[in-house]
Nanobody
């Protein structure tokens, strides 16, 4: 089992920046991919970004490409999401996830709220 704990959410004005962190513990050697997802009120959870833990390949949703950057520090077992030029439509609960495949995640964090005011 892998345990994931997100932090770094908060309230920010449009155009501002935030950095989310996700600390992983447990059987982290089983992790091949880590990703960020978000869920806004009344909407389905959506994919934001993913990274291959070993080689560092990154993948982004079109809605955040060029504004968000995913990265990882394997020594610290920590995943990051640097968010810039935030928009009100970025308001959501952000979750980190881990798994063997980029399209299949089996461990999830509890989420951290990001609110962007206009």
């Amino acid at each position: 089992q892998v345990q994931l704990v997100e932090s770094g959410g908060g309230l920010v004005q449009a155009g501002g920046s935030l950095r989310l962190s996700c600390a992983a513990s447990g059987r982290t050697y089983n992790i091949n991919y880590m990703g960020w997802f978000r869920q806004a009120p009344g909407k389905e959870r959506e994919f934001i970004a993913a990274i291959n833990k070993i080689v560092g390949s990154t993948y982004y949703a079109d809605s955040v490409k060029g504004r968000f950057t995913i990265s990882r520090d394997n020594a610290k077992n920590t995943l990051y999401l640097q968010m810039a030029n935030l928009k009100p439509e970025d308001t959501a609960v952000y979750y980190c996830a881990s798994g063997w495949s980029r399209n299949a995640y089996d461990s999830w964090g509890q989420g951290t709220q990001v609110t962007v005011s206009s």
